[in-house]
């Protein structure tokens, strides 16, 4: 799926499939941390493998999103408890929904230049 390209402040997804995503203009492989300053590749292939750990790089910066969108692939999946709990005890909003769901709602958000985060598995 692509995307037009409104101005953004932070880096834009212009495109996801093919087991990556289009970000900013370049192509990234694999699952990915998008954050307003930066993005990094984050090693899930499944929401089911992820651990507290997982979340470690989002929780190290979470003063500079206000939100944290959590794709979690094709369709539908649950985050841990433990998970939940431990963002929720980070002070991180977070909302989870399908990555094609959570691409679109980040662009949104970031062109009404609202810091927000996301942690997108990557689908095919």
């Given at each position: 799926m692509e995307f037009s390209n409104p101005a953004f402040r932070q880096p834009p997804v212009d495109a996801y499939g093919d087991g990556g995503?289009?970000?900013?203009?370049?192509?990234?492989e694999g699952s990915l941390l998008l954050l307003p300053a930066r993005m990094e590749p984050w090693p899930l292939a499944d929401l089911n493998d992820a651990t507290i750990r997982s979340f470690d790089p989002l929780i190290a910066l979470k003063t500079d999103f206000d939100v944290l969108l959590i794709g979690c692939g094709k369709a539908m999946?649950?985050?841990?408890?433990?998970?939940?709990?431990?963002?929720?005890?980070?002070?991180?909003?977070?909302?989870?929904?399908?990555?094609?769901?959570?691409?679109?709602?980040?662009?949104?958000?970031?062109?009404?230049?609202?810091?927000?985060?996301?942690?997108?598995?990557?689908?095919d």
């Open positions: 995503f289009r970000v900013d203009g370049k192509r990234v999946a649950f985050l841990p408890k433990v998970i939940r709990d431990h963002l929720s005890e980070h002070g991180i909003s977070f909302d989870v929904m399908t990555t094609p769901a959570a691409c679109r709602t980040y662009n949104i958000l970031a062109s009404e230049d609202r810091p927000v985060a996301g942690a997108f598995i990557a689908v």
